[in-house]
């Protein structure tokens, strides 16, 4: 790609000091990584950032068994308006889970990617899970097949899972020292028995270590979810971190602990607190050194469908799925047609915002020393701002400073249900989405309410509706350079938004 | 001598497998355990495989209907704790 510089006589400063997302190539934060492995993850909303903007994912809940326990996790599966691994609302069998995605391919043609991942351990029910990827790799071939694991069962079927052609696995690591890992895991079922406390763990450790290594050998891309938990693990997933990096892991992907006393797991019950935005930015910033970061993951549930941080699921259910007759071919054909126009879209996007990005590197050189600025996004997909203020059900943060735009992560802005009574306190809606969007000094939508507008700019946040569809980061560095022009980067943080950061 | 499943089973299809006399039937509202077939895994296993694996506490029962995992030996909350914690959510 051409680019053009708009600042003369800076063509190698331009890209001097630029971090990871900067400077031309900008949207691609997986440049760097080898051309093979960014061809499997360039349309898979779960390991490309920016894929996650233009394709889907579902998963289909054909595993409910599992075999170990986690602290942060409690088998109940019918819990339609939460949103956490391992809640369901109904378990397929592996026929009516192919149906269910072909279904699902027919009608939403930017889906690409299958994944099981439980709702209990997809291992742990091999029969089902490979049955269900065995008919898939048949039926629906243009299909990515993913699975996510706790790992103790892993080393058994990692050449089982290559010959399905399952080019993408998860392993949940939220340790590698067993002295860490009996805080988190109290037991796990093993060789005919329930094996308890440090012994387990060990086991627990070693296999997910082992398997690692083998999916490595042969050349199945790995990802790494921890879970950061205050206080048990937050310093150990630095070494985690290292270790799976090391081993090879492509991608390590640091998810918040969800505890609540009512999700009645160990950790909501005995008052484990999850970490705050900052403490979750503060350790991904820390593993960023060593380790590609994966910063947009929702934790989706183990049936979701549609766009991450969306859930179709209602639209697919087994009654819904059975009136429906789709031709797969056909099908085929018009999802092949909506990915190209989809390709065509992200090559425009890029192209221009790679402009944009060489006259934001000019700004810190003609002006004053401009400080970093944390700015949410509300938008529905398609990478481009396009989503009404009061509509938004969670923001994408961006930090921009004066060379680079970077995303930081996704808030929620309800943050997990916790059950019916519980909704009503004091507390407005409102006043709890801007509480979530403490840190922020802008925020960018496509519209916004008068009422809202007044009570973001008295938080000290400033709202913006005048980037309405236009590409995300293009208008996060528009922004940018509209503050810096006003002299508003030049100061600290005002003091209001600040305090609340 | 046969166990039995009783109400709280989530369904999670965990024992079933797992079971040497194919004694578990996936039944609605949750499985059971035929008692006709059910050995206790005796002469199979050293422990016996449904409760070994069951991540519920008090679903299976022994042959005097006692709980082969009491409250609070799976998910390490100690019952008190528990129960005080549902009686603040009822509450609100």
């Known amino acids: 790609m051409e680019l053009k510089v708009i600042d003369p006589g800076t063509g190698s400063g331009a890209a001097a000091g630029c971090a990871s997302s900067g400077c031309g190539g ?9 051309e093979h492995i960014r061809a499997k993850v360039h349309n898979h ?46 378990v397929l069998t592996p026929n009516q ?29 091999p029969g089902r899970t490979l049955d269900t990827f065995r008919q898939l790799s048949e039926k629906a071939p243009d299909i990515k097949l993913c699975v996510s694991t706790n790992g103790l069962a892993l080393p058994e079927v990692v050449d089982e899972l290559c010959a399905h052609n399952i080019d993408h696995v998860t392993i949940t690591i939220n340790c590698v020292d067993p002295d860490v890992g009996v805080k988190i895991y109290p037991w796990i079922f093993w060789k005919g028995r329930r094996v308890k406390g440090r012994k387990g763990v060990a086991i627990l450790i070693e296999q997910q270590q082992k398997g690692l290594e083998m999916l490595v050998a042969r050349g199945v891309l790995v990802k790494v979810n921890s879970v950061l938990i205050p206080g048990v693990n937050d310093e150990h997933l630095k070494e985690v971190s290292r270790v799976v990096k090391a081993k090879g892991a492509f991608l390590h992907n640091v998810m918040p602990l969800i505890a609540e006393p009512e999700h009645g797991t160990f950790y909501g019950v005995m008052g484990q607190r999850g970490p705050t935005h900052e403490e979750l930015q503060t350790l991904q910033d820390a593993c960023a050194g060593d380790m590609n970061m994966m910063r947009h993951c929702r934790q989706c549930r183990a049936d979701a469908v549609g766009m991450l941080g969306e859930d179709r699921g209602h639209e697919f259910t087994l009654e819904k799925i059975e009136t429906m007759e789709i031709d797969y071919a056909q099908a085929m054909e018009h ?7 989809i390709e065509a879209n992200r090559e425009a996007q890029r192209k221009k ?27 529905t997909g398609g990478g481009v701002i396009n989503q009404h203020f009061g509509h938004a059900r969670e923001f994408l943060i961006y930090e921009a400073n004066a060379t680079d735009v970077r995303f930081i ?3 929620k802005v309800e943050l997990y249900c916790a059950g019916g009574d519980t909704c009503g306190d004091a507390e407005t809606a409102l006043a709890k989405t801007i509480r979530t969007l403490s840190g922020c000094e802008a925020v960018l939508c ?53 305090m609340r950061a | 001598m046969a166990y039995q499943i009783v109400e709280g089973c989530v369904n999670c299809w965990a024992c079933e497998p797992l079971c040497p006399s194919q004694a578990i039937v996936a039944a609605k509202p949750h499985f059971l355990i035929d008692a006709a077939k059910c050995t206790e895994c005796e002469g199979d296993h050293v422990a016996p495989q449904c409760a070994g694996i069951c991540p519920v506490e008090g679903v299976i029962l022994d042959s005097l209907g006692v709980p082969l995992n009491p409250p609070g030996s799976l998910t390490g909350i100690p019952p008190a704790r528990l129960a005080a914690a549902m009686a603040e959510i009822q509450a609100r």
């Not at chain 1, 409690?74 to 369901?88: I, L, Q």
């Not at chain 1, 999802?335 to 126009?341: E, I, L, M, S």
């Not at chain 1, 790679?354 to 970093?372: M, N, Y």
């Open chain 1, 26 to 34: 900008k949207a691609d934060a997986l440049a760097h990584l080898p």
């Open chain 1, 97 to 125: 889970a192919v149906k269910k995605v072909i279904a699902v391919a027919a009608n939403i043609p930017q889906m690409t990617v299958l994944g099981i991942a439980g709702p209990g351990d997809p291992l742990a029910n």
């Open chain 1, 353 to 379: 915002s790679g402009e944009t990005f060489i006259s934001i590197a000019s700004i810190k050189r003609t002006k004053k020393e401009t400080r970093p600025v944390l700015m949410a996004v509300a938008t």
């Open chain 1, 45 to 90: 909303p779960c390991y490309s950032e920016e894929a996650h903007h233009h394709y889907a994912r579902m998963h289909v809940a054909v595993a409910p068994a599992c075999n170990i326990q986690c602290h942060y996790c409690n088998r109940k599966y019918d819990c339609a308006n939460e949103s956490r691994p391992g809640v369901v609302s109904e």
């Open chain 1, 335 to 341: 999802r092949r047609q909506v990915h190209a126009t």
């Open chain 1, 409 to 411: 992560g996704v808030r």
């Open chain 1, 446 to 498: 496509s519209k916004i309410g008068y009422e809202p507008w007044g009570q973001l700019e008295a938080a000290g946040i400033t709202p913006n509706g005048e980037h309405a569809l236009e590409p995300i980061e293009e208008a996060v560095a528009a922004l940018y350079r509209e503050l810096a022009a006003a002299g508003r980067l030049e100061q600290p943080m005002p003091a209001v938004a600040r």
